[in-house]
Structure formats: C-alpha cells, structure tokens
C-alpha cells in the first residue's frame, strides 16, 4: 500500500485487496458471530418449550 519503488504499481492492488479483506473479514465476524450465538440460542429456548423440557439449570433456579 506505501510502496514506491520498483514493482510498486503491480504490488499495491495486492495489498489493497489483502487489507481490504481483513478488514472486511474482522467486520463480519464481529456483527455475526454474536448474531449468530443469539439466534442459536432464541431456537434453543422455542424447541424446549416446544418439547417441554427444561434444563436442569432452570430447574434448580425454580427451586
């Protein structure tokens, strides 16, 4: 990306791309895994009220 010598013009779209990417990647796994976590979880809480099992967790708190 600062490169100025010999070579320069070919190497910068290489580097603009692999920056790019990381930054890219590094977003999306911030914004999705926690999306991704949450969702997991909202389906685990409808298929044990689906079921009517508890968890003994919740259990133990009811008690």
Do not use: C, H, N
């Not at 895994?33 to 949450?38: E, N, R």
């Not at 809480?45 to 508890?54: C, I, L, M, S």
Request: no cysteine.
């Amino acid at each position: 990306m600062l490169g100025w010598g010999d070579g320069a013009e070919l190497r910068r779209p290489l580097g603009l791309s692999i920056f790019g990417g990381l930054i890219v990647s590094q977003v999306l796994t911030l914004f999705t895994t926690p999306v991704i976590y949450l969702s997991f979880d909202r389906l685990a809480t409808r298929v044990r009220r689906w079921t009517g099992k508890t968890s003994a967790a919740s259990e133990k708190a009811a008690q």
